[in-house]
């Protein structure tokens, strides 16, 4: 043991080094891997650009997500609201939609768009991928890697790898060329996507980043993750970014113990969200966001808006989240400080007060470019109309069901038809629906299938005579985020017919493949007055004059759940539970004179009649009237102090509350919250993690909601399953807009299996104290509780 006599400073330096040797010492290794001469370079303190110290203020925007023709005017308002750079994802499957074949025309043409940003001022960071996330279709992962049956996605699985290594070499070819190494607006580029929130396998990081270097990227790499999931792959040689949607401080703080050194910087700062299907509206606040980047810029930390501008998940782009199954809206505004259609709104104009005060010497601000108007289209009817079922082809025959996947098909709806026995009644089970299905007997619908409900079983009524089974699936957005990636489409696993004195597995099917997305639906209409009652999914189809080529929103109100084209160009997905009730329709995809709309509806619309407004709908649910999505009429949590494991205090503070308690074991827990730091009725909380017998978290993969007393569900997506999605800005919260019910509140989780545990982590909500939770009590059962 050493023995320093007096020297105390002399002491701690010394221990400060070896700290430093033996910790991660990131910075060092990636500092050395740096050319000297590099006109951009990471350097111990700040960003070094050009031999001058730099600092990024970054916004993200997709462009696959804006139509070409507007990728400048958008680019420009990202500079006129103070930005230096934008960021971009790359979507491997809006590139490379079948094996081998790239794309970089049009829409597709990162190249171009990096080439614009650069003339607008604006340097760019670079996020190919493979792996993108984005609430983009399967995260960006292309559907036919799917068709392996055994991939294993973001591993180093060598199929995954291979088609990978082609990939990034591809993007090499087109990108490579526009580094700030070659002249270029590319200043660094990320590895992969957050990718601790999946794995920890850190050689797969570094496969790619080679890899990459092998597709001659030069500039630095880096990688990015939330504040909790950095320990999982940070790794010395590729600079850390922390990703975080509030408390910069607390997230800086963790990135510093991640990595001693280098410039700080938050890689994605979010500024609103993201809406799902059924979910209430996301807005974030502006003042918030400006006094956070405020302080960001005050410590010399760089950061990226996420999203700066969200634009729209046009086609069938809009992926989902899940457990539960939680499909994108089309829409992906993201209450972003630039809207949907490229507007300036309230947050652009605050975010560029306070940007003008950080601008760099002799740096201006350019001024705004002008204000984009929208136009209104009187209301207009469709004239002709397709059922899908007069119109299927040819069927592939098998005796098991395929998944959409093994028909080769990527995109849209398969129907799937077989005879069911005359017989008594019973029950339709099949393993798993993705993700929307319409169950026909013969002509009759008997009913739907909403994988989003978990739906996978229906009744039958006795049959006279053998009947025709028929079920029409739509595919909603493959998983994005999360371990239920390997997202396969249409009926998965076996079909069983249960009645009470058998259970036979179903044969013999027909699969009818209906392949959707860009270009209108190939299918031949008749006058809508010829045809008689709907009573099926059909196209409907119509024209409309436009006086010019300005935006617009499409009002779908009048129909039920579908898609929607005009001239060609797929505008996305549409359903009335909201909270979007409305279509941006870009004035660059119009014709000055008639256009064509074709309406795709499940089910029977009210009318086939649209009209458009100068104004979006994005906050209209259409479906709440409950307390609880989880809570059957006046249930209650009944009396369960023989089920009490533990009571305790939680701090008010953004950070995680840890509880230990001795090992117990059970399947059902509950969380009840007696009461909060502002003595009202509410209750909040962003995550909730359970500890094994080795403090370690426990899996919360087969983790259900089985009760849950409140949740506001109408004015914000304050859904209890937020607990466990690994998203720290969503958040469960008891209701508080019709009503307030008083405490206490309690949710209730079916772990799935009888599990051991030593403690609790509850992550209070980060964004701002309204319903943390103060005294709380834990009960855990091995049966579902007393009451429930
Ligand atoms: C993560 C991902 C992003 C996006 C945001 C949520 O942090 O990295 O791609 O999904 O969440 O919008």
């Known amino acids: 043991m050493f023995v320093f006599p007096h020297h105390s400073v002399m002491k701690k330096q010394l221990i400060g080094l070896i700290f430093s040797m033996f910790s991660v010492a990131y910075i060092p290794s990636v500092l050395a891997q740096q050319e000297t001469a590099a006109p951009f370079k990471i350097g111990t303190e700040s960003f070094i650009l050009n031999g001058k110290p730099f600092v990024i203020r970054c916004g993200e925007l997709h462009f696959a997500r804006i139509p070409k023709a507007y990728w400048r005017q958008r680019l420009k308002m990202v500079r006129a609201v103070g930005l230096n750079t934008v960021c971009a994802y790359l979507f491997w499957n809006f590139h490379e939609t079948t094996p081998g074949k790239f794309n970089w025309q049009g829409q597709a043409d990162a190249a171009e768009f990096c080439k614009i940003a650069q003339q607008e001022g604006l340097y760019v960071i670079l996020r190919p991928g493979p792996y993108s996330c984005a609430e983009w279709e399967f995260g960006g992962f292309p559907w036919w890697l799917l068709q392996k049956k055994d991939i294993k996605l973001r591993t180093q699985d060598p199929y995954y790898l291979e088609r990978s290594r082609l990939y990034l070499k591809e993007v090499g070819r087109i990108l490579s060329p526009l580094q700030i190494t070659h002249g270029g607006p590319i200043l660094m580029v990320q590895v992969e996507n957050e990718y601790g929130s999946y794995g920890s396998d850190k050689d797969y990081l570094l496969k790619l980043r080679d890899y990459l270097k092998d597709a001659k990227f030069d500039v630095p790499f880096f990688t990015c993750d939330g504040v909790v999931q950095l320990k999982n792959d940070v790794q010395k040689d590729l600079f850390a970014v922390v990703n975080f949607g509030s408390n910069p401080e607390a997230g800086f703080k963790a990135l510093r113990e991640v990595q001693p050194e280098g410039p700080l910087m938050c890689g994605e700062y979010y500024p609103g969200w993201f809406d799902s299907w059924g979910n209430a509206h996301h807005t974030g606040s502006a003042e918030r966001m400006v006094k956070e980047l405020d302080y960001m810029l005050q410590q010399k930390a760089s950061f990226s808006i996420y999203m700066i501008h969200g634009g729209t998940s046009f086609g069938l782009w809009a992926g989902a989240n899940c457990q539960p199954y939680s499909p994108e809206t089309s829409s992906y505004d993201y209450d972003a400080p630039i809207s949907e259609n490229g507007s300036a709104n309230a947050k652009f104009y605050a975010l560029r007060e306070m940007l003008k005060k950080h601008l760099q010497p002799g740096e201006v601000l350019p001024k705004i470019p002008p204000a984009i108007t929208a136009q209104k289209i009187s209301a207009f009817n469709l004239t002709s109309v397709a059922p899908i079922f007069r119109q299927l082809g040819k069927p592939e025959l098998s005796d098991t069901t395929l998944n959409m996947e093994d028909l080769g098909q990527g995109y849209g709806m398969v129907a799937y038809e077989t005879t069911l026995p005359a017989g008594a009644k019973g029950t339709l089970d099949f393993g798993e629906v993705r993700d929307y299905a319409e169950v026909y007997l013969d002509q009759k619908l008997i009913g739907v299938l909403n994988r989003m409900k978990n739906e996978h079983s229906i009744a039958l009524p006795a049959l006279a005579k053998n009947t025709r089974l028929r079920i029409l699936v739509e595919a909603m957005g493959r998983v994005n985020f999360g371990e239920y990636m390997h997202d396969r489409k249409g009926l998965i696993g076996e079909v069983y017919h249960i009645s009470h004195t058998s259970k036979s597995l179903l044969k013999g099917w027909k699969h009818y493949s209906i392949p959707l997305g860009e270009g209108n639906p190939a299918f031949k209409y008749q006058p809508i007055g010829t045809a008689g009652k709907i ?131 059970g399947r059902y827990i509950a969380l009840e919250a007696l009461n909060n730091f502002a003595e009202d009725a509410y209750t909040s909380a962003a995550e909730l993690e359970l500890l094994d017998e080795n403090g370690k978290e426990i899996p919360r993969t087969l983790w259900k909601i089985v009760y849950v007393d409140s949740e506001e569900l109408k004015s914000q997506d304050g859904k209890s399953e937020n607990v466990f999605d690994l998203q720290y800005t969503s958040i469960w919260h008891s209701q508080w807009k019709d009503r307030s019910p008083k405490h206490p509140h309690q949710v209730v989780i079916d772990l799935g299996a009888q599990t051991c545990i030593s403690g609790i982590k509850v992550l209070p909500r980060q964004d701002m104290e309204t319903g943390r939770i103060k005294d709380f009590r834990l009960y855990l059962a091995e049966k579902l509780f007393n009451g429930l």
């Open 535 to 665: 009573n099926e999914p059909a196209f409907y189809k119509g024209t409309f004059t436009a006086q010019n080529k300005k935006d617009f929103y499409l009002d779908m109100r009048w129909f039920k759940k579908g898609i929607v084209w005009i001239n060609g160009h797929c505008l996305g997905r549409y359903w009335n539970i909201g909270p979007t009730q409305t279509m941006y329709v870009p004035g660059v995809w119009l014709h000055t004179g008639k256009n064509v709309v074709v309406v795709l509806d499940l089910h029977q619309p009210v009318a086939a009649r649209l009209q458009g407004l100068e104004k979006p709908i994005l906050d209209s649910l259409t479906e709440v009237k409950v307390s609880s999505n989880h809570r059957k009429g006046r249930q209650q949590f009944g009396n369960n102090v023989n089920h009490l494991i533990y009571s305790g205090t939680m701090q008010n503070s953004a950070s995680w509350q840890i509880f230990s308690f001795p090992l117990r074991t």
